[in-house]
């Protein structure tokens, strides 16, 4: 069984730092494109980043800005999203999920909230 | 930015055909994803690669596009199809995806 679980959020003054994690397990995570994805409170959905197979190319949005960087560890099966100089308007709820485009399986997601 | 445009909301009665659009102008050549997220849950793929059906989504979803327009379809709207629908796509470059900004699916 596929699952993806994301850990790693919580509350953080603006300017801070957090580190998501995704644990993945029951398929050949280095065989596949990993994505962050992110919803706002109420809000739409929103691609955040996504890295290759392994990890040679990696791509965000372009808002970003260069604050938040995607990592993956293969031999871990784990999928990172190091995010710096956080804002309230990072405050959301963090998918990890498998695929590029054609999405097929996401975790529950972690809630990230930037707040003083 | 590249975007891509929905209606912020589509109601049909139970039994009637329902059609959201999606718009983007780099869809001629690139394809369209569709996600259906209910309330407090993931989201999950039911259209892929414009008018693909994923394995256990009901064949009343279908997709298509042309020109600048995606299009997914839902023939026979059940009330347990009631929720927010995401399309998603590319630029033209290949590398930035973008959602569209979701339609809210009423079915009564």
């Known amino acids: 069984e596929v699952q993806l679980v994301e850990s790693g959020g919580g509350l953080v003054q603006p300017g801070g730092s957090l580190r998501l994690s995704c644990a993945a397990s029951?398929?050949?995570?280095?065989?596949?494109?990993m994505s962050w994805v992110r919803q706002a409170p109420g809000k739409g959905l929103e691609w955040v980043a996504n890295?290759?197979?392994?990890?040679?190319?990696?791509y965000y949005v372009d808002s970003l800005k260069g604050r938040f960087t995607i990592s993956r560890d293969n031999a871990k099966n784990s999928l990172y999203l190091q995010m710096n100089s956080l804002r309230t308007e990072d405050t959301a709820v963090y998918y990890c999920a498998r695929g590029r485009a054609a999405i097929d399986y996401w975790g529950q997601g972690t809630l990230v909230t930037v707040s003083s | 930015s590249y975007e891509l445009t929905q209606p912020p909301s589509v109601s049909v009665s139970p039994g009637q055909t329902a059609r959201i659009t999606c718009s983007g102008d780099a869809l001629p050549k690139k394809y369209a994803y569709w996600f259906q997220q209910k309330s407090g849950q993931a989201p999950v793929l039911v259209i892929y690669e414009d008018s693909k059906r994923p394995s256990g989504i009901p064949e009343r979803f279908s997709g298509s596009s042309s020109g600048t327009m995606a299009t997914l379809t839902i023939s026979g709207a059940q009330v347990e199809d009631e929720g927010d629908y995401y399309c998603?796509?590319?630029?033209?470059?290949?590398?930035?995806?973008?959602f569209g900004g979701g339609t809210k699916l009423t079915v009564l």
């Open positions: 890295i290759k197979q392994d990890g040679s190319e990696k």
């Open positions: 029951g398929f050949t995570f280095s065989s596949y494109y």
């Open positions: 998603y796509s590319t630029d033209s470059s290949g590398n930035h995806w973008v």
